[in-house]
């Protein structure tokens, strides 16, 4: 097949596709930016470090690096926009979480491996505020704090648990338990039971945060490559990211941080998976909405659901609802159309509404989804080889925002200095995650879990016995 030439590329590229970039998410709509793609790979290139993806992870990758030794020569390579992933989609929770809950933390890498990491990614999760006073991004970062309402009986028991489990971490500054009028206090919602409440975490506007995280890594001297699908990549001592019209060599190391889009490669399909979620946002409501669902403090909320929620209360006063899903593709496919599924934003709109029945004829004004990469024991991976020259970043399922920017910062470290082995200081970052099951055993156990937590989620809310499988769906599942 013959290769239109780059110019040829670049002219088709550049048309209009800021406008479509914009129907990504509302989060890139109302980013500031006009999304027009920056300069793709058009030759040969050399840098100290090449990055595979503009997303939250390459980004701050390569802001650490910069800030680290001002000198080096770094590259961020992405297939679309800087944000078109997780990065420019998702809740806006920056909270200092892992994708499990506590206790299973201290299952999996015990007690002074759960506390240090939930501390460590505190201080990541105020960082990033200062990082954008330091560098001027208006991304919108509020210390709101967090807020898990329970919202049935066995919902305060977990709520319990939960807070119980932080306080024999010594993780309870300003860690309340909430009864239910004081949970009713915080945000008037249907069928509250009680909560927990923590200062610790923040909200974000993700597409400022991420458009102006790639701004800051130009001002530092970083070379950002929009438009350019890494197409294969080397490692050691030619390490390079390949691409359609030219290579990125890289003399010190490689970064890979694609996320769920990298489960589409066959090297990870089996790291990884890529689990969507989706969204629902409101309409900016009214002074007399607000009032009667109090949520004065903006805290990222949630309840202790097993199909997980966010909701976010936006600086221009909407609500974002967002949930898991469209149900898992077999092969780890992911599909723009099956995240546009209007069966499951109505769904997601029932449940808004039956948090806050007065919000019936509130608009829906944007609707999106975007997926996650989940590793088998839903823990993050970090990672770097000295001797391959590779450093790898990808798995934060659904908590990614401020655990992206810490684990950055500890890559960014050991690539910068030849003695540090910072991530190893924290062993909730596997190395090398375990297989996920070949398909079609995968599809096979994913769809029923997904399917699972739906009804027992769906009993507990309607006050019925949980499910006969219950049991084994949430061994399974790992909750
Ligand atoms: C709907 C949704 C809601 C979420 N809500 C929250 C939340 O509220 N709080 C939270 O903490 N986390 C949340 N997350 C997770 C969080 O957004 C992610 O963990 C985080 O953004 C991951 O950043 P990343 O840079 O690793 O990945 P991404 O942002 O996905 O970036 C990866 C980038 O790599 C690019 N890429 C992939 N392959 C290639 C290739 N071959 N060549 C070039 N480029 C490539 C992609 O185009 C993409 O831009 C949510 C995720 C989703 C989808």
Not at 158 to 163: G, M, N, V, W
Not at 231 to 240: N, R, V
Not at 418 to 429: D, G, L
Not at 465 to 475: L, N, S, V, Y
Request: aromatic fraction near 10%; proline fraction near 4%; charge should be neutral.
């Amino acid at each position: 097949m013959k290769l239109e030439s780059a110019s040829a590329f670049e002219a088709d590229r550049a048309a209009g596709a800021g406008e479509n970039y914009r129907q990504v998410s509302y989060w890139l709509a109302s980013s500031g930016d006009d999304l027009t793609p920056r300069q793709f790979v058009d030759k040969d290139y050399t840098v100290d470090v090449a990055i595979l993806g503009g997303g939250f992870s390459g980004l701050w990758t390569a802001y650490y690096l910069l800030e680290l030794e001002p000198s080096l020569s770094v590259a961020v390579v992405e297939r679309e926009i800087c944000g078109f992933g997780a990065s420019g989609r998702n809740g806006g929770w920056c909270s200092p979480r892992l994708p499990i809950e506590t206790a299973a933390l201290v299952k999996q890498c015990g007690i002074d491996a759960a506390r240090s990491a939930l501390s460590a990614l505190k201080v990541a999760a105020d960082d990033i505020g200062r990082v954008c006073e330091r560098e001027s991004i208006d991304a919108e970062y509020r210390k709101t704090g967090l807020l898990s309402l329970a919202r049935s009986p066995s919902q305060l028991k977990k709520a319990e648990q939960a807070y119980d489990c932080l306080r024999s971490l010594g993780l309870n500054d300003d860690l309340e338990l909430l009864g239910k009028e004081e949970a009713v206090a915080y945000v008037n919602a249907s069928n509250i039971f009680g909560g927990m409440r923590t200062s610790w975490g923040a909200t974000v506007h993700p597409g400022k945060l991420v458009r102006g995280l790639a701004r800051a890594v130009e001002r530092r001297g970083g070379k950002i490559f929009e438009g350019t699908d890494v197409q294969s990549l080397d490692t050691g001592s030619s390490a390079a990211l390949h691409t359609r019209y030219g290579a990125i060599r890289a003399k010190r190391a490689v970064v890979v941080a694609g996320e769920a889009y990298l489960a589409e490669r066959p090297e990870f399909s089996r790291k990884l998976l890529p689990i969507s979620s989706m969204i629902v946002l409101t309409e900016p409501l009214s002074a007399e909405q607000w009032a009667s669902i109090g949520w004065r403090g903006g805290e990222s909320l949630c309840s202790y659901v097993n199909v997980k929620n966010y909701l976010t209360r936006t600086s221009d006063g909407r609500i974002l609802y967002g949930s898991r899903g469209a149900p898992y593709l077999f092969g780890s496919k992911l599909s723009e159309d099956a995240i546009k599924d209007q069966r499951i934003f109505s769904w997601m709109r029932g449940c808004l509404n039956e948090w806050w029945p007065q919000l019936e004829d509130a608009a829906i004004t944007h609707q999106w989804g975007g997926y996650l990469g989940v590793t088998r024991n839903w823990m993050p991976t970090a990672s770097f080889d000295r001797t391959a020259k590779i450093g790898q970043l990808y798995g934060y399922a659904g908590r990614g925002v401020a655990t992206s920017a810490f684990a950055a910062n500890l890559l960014a470290q050991q690539i910068a200095n030849p003695n540090a082995n910072t991530i190893s200081n924290y062993p909730v970052f596997q190395p090398k995650p375990q297989k996920w099951e070949m398909e079609p055993f995968r599809w096979a156990g994913v769809r029923y879990i997904q399917n699972a937590y739906f009804r027992i989620d769906k009993a507990d809310s309607n006050g019925l016995p949980q499910p006969i499988d219950a049991p084994f769906a949430k061994r399974l599942g790992g909750i």
